[in-house]
DNA sequence: CATGAATGAGATTTCATTCAT
DNA sequence: CATGAATGAAATCTCATTCAT
């Protein structure tokens, strides 16, 4: 069960000081429910365990959220949002053909959300507790889902125009064309590290097959 | 069916109390517990809320099952095993082009996983839930994943043996194929109804993008 | 801090049975509530001990009540609705003079209420919390005051209409002619057993007060 | 034990930040933790609450009081041992009749207790807690009881010597003549506004009982 | 002197599980 | 077989108290 009373008085300060003199109390807390939170699901998850992983008491945690509930919405948000930035800086050079353009988007995609835990942890949370927590799936959607969208839109559109895809229903439903790794997402998230994919073979074939599907007829594969 | 816990003794069932006269006692309560577990979660639902939905005494679920655990494993395994069937039912007529065959599966998909509510909780528990019961999970892709890829990678050998489609990175990683579907399936999960989505259409856009990839160079659109 | 395990298992029930045949689980706890929110009011007492005191687990007072409230405002409704009775009860011989029935009254009260231990507990709560739970005063007032000063004001009339008594201010406020016994009844609230107060004598010159300030004058002391 | 936990440092005070440069810091937390008892009991008081009532830090309370007792134990002194002035001056007139003095003193406790809602509020915790405080109560007895019944008897004496009242038992219970006004504080604080009750006229109604009970037969009304 | 972040004991409340009937 | 009252471990949340600054 490991150290249970971790660190306590005295020495507690002392430690932290040293360890991250820039995040606050607060993101630490955050942090910590993350952790908590992604391994066990909101209501599994314990607070004591929340704090321990944080090195702080139970009390604390009521410093500075209102309720296990508080906590959980503030540490969905805190990961949604800064995510946004993230996702827009994927394809934020102008130049480039839209093939090229739409190979960022993807393997950014594969690099950034299939192959990254945390992204998966967070989005199985908010698939897992869509139910109970509406909200905060909606502003999913709204900061995330709708922005990735409209990027790909424009790809798609720019494609288009300069005549390098042709036009198709896929326009109008973009997320058909990440939907392979999204599927690999919700793979590792069943499935961890128990069935492996070959994600650089899996995510050549989804470029390959997504490429091949938007080209105009007659080009090169 | 195969699940030991449940149905351990079969007769009796369809004389008692004249309720529903052709389930069993262990049925009922396992319909109650999905309805409880796909609402609430595993750790959320109660299994008070269980009986009451099921119309029996607290004490009753424990004639049947051992603990809460092995209510949710044979829940899930009740649901996990009779679905394989309804899976192979989609493509077992052997005659038809590939792309026949492939339009069929990909709409049977639709209409038995991505618009079925049932199917989606039950998708959405597994999804939550494979960190506490991964055996489940590996059951899932036993039963229901590795059949279905198969069955795909049948139809595109098929297809390419046939001419219809040509040779592509995708043979390896037919999940690719039907991955729009699952896409759509977790759109569902989190938004349910907040953020319509055409099903209609977007499965048109699947369907063509899919073929349109898979189609050799040179065909009719 | 007495025995901490109070009969677990086994012998509880048996010694149940055998214990108080005709009261109920929720009169039981109703009564072990009494005694303890008596004894530190409502916000220090502590629903352990509660349970303890009721010889029954922490979890089974939630089968009968909503919550700590709900056990303070059960008890405390379940003391005063039949305290009336016993008030009616005091006067209930119409025959007799006014002087007759006042006595009996005041007597009565100093039986019932004064001289009553759980009379003055449940007074003292009712003071102590009418600031959490004023709707409870309300209830009392309702049901206990006001049928008193109801009583008290027709044995007046009575009197004064008889010629036993003269008219005066007091006829609009009868409780001035009780307040002696509520003033010792706060008494002992306030110092128990420390301040001892001779209530015979105490009863004794407040009759004869009462009286002598009714009477007409000229009649005998 | 006695009075020496506040106002440990008399100095100081005066020239302190400029806010209420007459009253010491104890001061203000004695008035800030009254407010705070008054309106929640003992038990339920946040000594947070105490703190931010009185503009002050929460630790700064321990700076000046041993413990939550302590600042409640300090509290209730310091408004029983200054009251006994104020009762004291009431009757400090020699002069006067007898009835004028008793007039006087009833008067003066309708206006400096029943009226008086601090008052109350202090005598409902002496009430409230006197289970719990068992020596508040016997100070406030000492210091406010004994002294205000003393004061009683000796204008009673007074009247008997001077003929204007009868010798009767209500000497030996002189508390029986303020009893009416004790009963209109116990209604006020357990109903507060919610059932009103015509003070002047009910204090009429009592004095005019009081004299009528005292006064030789034969006098007028 | 004063602060207020941090602590952790303790109180309320829930709920899986048991078992006498 | 079925019941549901009862249990008590465990989780959430509060708040008196401490102490580094």
């Known amino acids: 069960m490991s150290a249970k009373h971790p660190s306590r008085r005295g020495p507690k300060k002392a430690l932290r000081r040293g360890r991250k003199p820039k995040e606050g109390r607060p993101q630490e807390i955050l942090a910590a429910a993350f952790e908590e939170f992604a391994a066990n699901g909101y209501a599994a998850a314990r607070l004591e365990d929340v704090a321990r992983r944080g090195g702080i008491a139970k009390g604390t945690i009521y410093l500075y959220f209102k309720d296990k509930e508080g906590l959980y919405r503030a540490m969905v948000r805190s990961l949604i949002y800064p995510a946004l930035g993230t996702i827009a800086g994927l394809v934020d050079s102008p130049s480039g053909s839209a093939e090229e353009l739409l190979r960022k988007l993807i393997s950014g995609h594969y690099a950034l959300v299939v192959r990254n835990k945390k992204a998966r942890d967070i989005l199985r949370l908010l698939i897992a507790e869509s139910g109970k927590f509406p909200q905060l799936s909606d502003i999913f959607h709204r900061e995330i ?12 559109e720019k494609g288009v125009a300069s005549g390098e895809f042709r036009k198709a229903k896929i326009n109008d439903f973009p997320q058909i064309l990440i939907a392979p790794g999204v599927l690999a997402t919700i793979w590792f998230m069943m499935h961890g590290e ?28």
């Open 145 to 156: 889902i709708e922005p990735g969208l409209s990027t790909l839109r424009r790809i798609l």
């Open 194 to 221: 128990r069935h492996r994919l070959d994600l650089d073979a899996y995510m050549g074939a989804h470029i390959e097959f997504v490429l091949n599907g938007l080209r105009k007829r007659g080009e090169h594969s």
